[in-house]
């Protein structure tokens, strides 16, 4: 059974930091495409980045330069370390893993993150 958890996330103050992590079991850890997305209240879930099976990181423009994307391949884990925190970050952060060959998808179940200006 394939398990995304995810952690890290919490109130923080504009201009702050937090570092969320998503821990995964069940599955290939190495073969997957990991992504964060996210969903404000009142909004559909977006792509924040993501990070490739061979360490590729793609990010969407609102995050670039201030979120960094990283995997522990040992340690079946992603995290997103995330600086100069908006309020437009506020938001419920949720873990996706993508196989690489076969495309089967799995979802963390979400952490909030409340950025207060």
């Known amino acids: 059974q394939v398990r995304l958890v995810e952690s890290g996330g919490g109130l923080v103050q504009a201009g702050g930091s937090l570092r969320l992590s998503c821990a995964a079991s069940?599955?290939?850890?190495?073969?997957?495409?990991m992504s964060w997305f996210r969903q404000a209240p009142g909004k559909e879930r977006e792509f924040a980045a993501a990070?490739?099976?061979?360490?590729?990181?793609d990010y969407v423009n609102s995050v670039r330069g201030r979120f960094t994307i990283s995997r522990n391949n040992g340690k079946n884990t992603v995290d997103l370390q995330m600086n100069s925190l908006k309020s437009e970050d506020t938001a419920v952060y949720y873990c996706?893993?993508?196989?690489?060959?076969?495309?089967?998808?799995?979802w963390g179940q979400g952490t909030q993150v409340t950025v207060s200006s």
């Open positions: 069940g599955l290939t850890f190495s073969t997957y495409t």
């Open positions: 996706k893993a993508r196989n690489d060959y076969f495309g089967d998808e799995y």
């Open positions: 990070i490739t099976s061979g360490g590729r990181t």
